[in-house]
């Protein structure tokens, strides 16, 4: 883990309430569950009030179930000891499932995030053009964001494949009438 913003930690939700919403963990406690006052907020009738605490420190994250009555699991295995997060844990809460990412630990980048990298330090680096979309990084540390999906267009094959039945159908109608 880093003091480098876009290396701090991120949970993102990805079934629940909110898919998509995400949260930087900076160091210090967050507080995990359904009260309107907790550093982050599931609105979901099976996540306790005060569900769990992720404490971040040392370059560690320890998630700690606070005796929530449905339990709080990692990785398909509910805990109940202080356990540490690595990256790619899932972590679910009643309904809401959680997954954890520690970009300055990861081999790959799993949210589709680019660390912005310093011209000094790498003089020789290409510079890539950004796509426009805004990634978990642009949000405010601790605000959710939705993540964008891509707009669906109908295959050629399906279009080819309503306009022959509606040919067929109109044929076969012709031969009816003219018989």
Same mark, same amino acid.
């Given at each position: 883990?880093?003091?480098?913003?876009?290396?701090?930690?991120?949970?993102?939700m990805i079934s629940g309430p909110t898919p998509g919403a995400s949260y930087?963990?900076?160091?210090?406690?967050?507080?995990?569950?359904?009260?309107?006052?907790?550093?982050?907020?599931?609105?979901?009738?099976?996540?306790?009030?005060?569900? @769990?605490?992720?404490?971040?420190? $040392?370059?560690?994250?320890? *998630? +700690? !179930?606070?005796?929530? %009555?449905?339990?709080?699991?990692?990785n398909d295995s509910r805990i109940d000891r202080p356990t540490e997060l690595?990256?790619?844990?899932?972590?679910?809460?009643?309904? @809401?499932?959680?997954?954890?990412? $520690?970009?300055?630990?990861? *081999? +790959? !980048?799993?949210?589709? %995030?680019?660390?912005?990298?310093?011209?000094?330090?790498?003089?020789?680096?290409?510079?890539?053009?950004?796509?426009?979309?805004?990634?978990?990084?642009?949000? @405010?540390?601790?605000?959710?964001?939705?993540?964008?999906?891509?707009?669906?267009?109908?295959?050629?094959?399906?279009?080819?494949?309503?306009?022959?039945?509606?040919?067929?159908?109109?044929?076969?109608?012709?031969?009816?009438?003219?018989?």
């Amino acid at each position: 883990m880093s003091e480098h913003q876009s290396l701090l930690p991120l949970l993102q939700m990805i079934s629940g309430p909110t898919p998509g919403a995400s949260y930087r963990l900076s160091p210090g406690s967050r507080v995990i569950g359904r009260d309107a006052d907790l550093d982050i907020q599931i609105n979901d009738i099976k996540v306790s009030r005060c569900h @769990a605490v992720i404490d971040v420190a $040392d370059g560690r994250a320890i *998630l +700690t !179930d606070q005796e929530s %009555t449905n339990g709080t699991w990692v990785n398909d295995s509910r805990i109940d000891r202080p356990t540490e997060l690595r990256d790619g844990d899932r972590i679910r809460l009643g309904g @809401a499932e959680l997954c954890f990412y $520690d970009p300055a630990s990861a *081999l +790959t !980048d799993p949210v589709g %995030t680019r660390i912005p990298r310093s011209m000094a330090a790498l003089p020789s680096a290409p510079v890539r053009p950004t796509t426009g979309m805004r990634s978990p990084l642009h949000a @405010a540390l601790g605000e959710p964001t939705q993540a964008m999906r891509p707009r669906r267009r109908p295959s050629l094959a399906l279009m080819a494949g309503l306009i022959g039945v509606f040919l067929v159908g109109w044929l076969a109608w012709l031969v009816v009438v003219l018989a």
